[in-house]
């Protein structure tokens, strides 16, 4: 029986770093196009196929923000990558500079002076954690909220997921008790 997984189809679509033509393959996340060139080339690209059988390019939009990178001074796009959307300078390849998204929580822990950003674990389960790491090792599983705590004065506030319930917003002090159940998350 043939084994149609390990089967490549030749397309008419060229690779834009050798010039050779691209093939479709599958993958573990599906069809994908890749360099005949291969291992020289290791060029990947997603598709969309219609009913009459044409292929055609997925472009991975890189939209524009103000951040400046540290390293070269270039601007930073929003891009798409297999643990989510990250900050990438526009000058890859000679500058491979990239960062997480900020959520705008500045970090608890005394002088840190990071920003909280939202990370993804290789499961796909979400978290929040100090950009400075390995300096800061401060994280969390709630999603953080900016807004100071108005019983104990807490630096920000968290949101709680609940099973059957609308999420509550509660205090990151255990002790402090404070609950919000009115909260539409941001």
């Not at 050798?18 to 599906?30: N, P, T």
């Not at 500079?97 to 705008?104: D, E, H, L, S």
């Not at 949101?159 to 941001?186: I, L, N, W």
């Amino acid at each position: 029986m043939r084994n149609v997984k390990r089967e490549e189809v030749a397309t008419d679509i060229l690779c834009e770093k050798c010039g050779q033509s691209m093939v479709a393959k599958w993958g573990r996340f599906g069809r994908f196009l890749a360099c005949s060139a291969y291992p020289e080339c290791k060029s990947t690209k997603e598709f969309k196929e219609d009913a009459s059988g044409s292929i055609a390019v997925l472009e991975k939009p890189e939209i524009p923000t103000d951040e400046i990178c540290e390293k070269c001074g270039s601007g930073m796009v929003i891009k798409t990558g297999r643990f989510g959307k990250f900050l990438a300078c526009i000058a890859y390849p000679e500058c491979k500079t990239t960062k997480a998204i900020g959520i705008g929580v500045k970090c608890p822990e005394s002088n840190c002076g990071g920003d909280l950003v939202q990370k993804r674990t290789k499961k796909g389960r979400m978290f929040y954690a100090c950009n400075r790491y390995p300096k800061c090792e401060f994280s969390l599983w709630s999603r953080p909220v900016n807004k100071p705590c108005p019983s104990c004065g807490a630096a920000f506030l968290i949101e709680k997921a609940r099973k059957q319930a609308e999420p509550q917003v509660v205090c990151r002090d255990t002790a402090c008790g404070y609950t919000v159940s009115d909260h539409v998350p941001a």
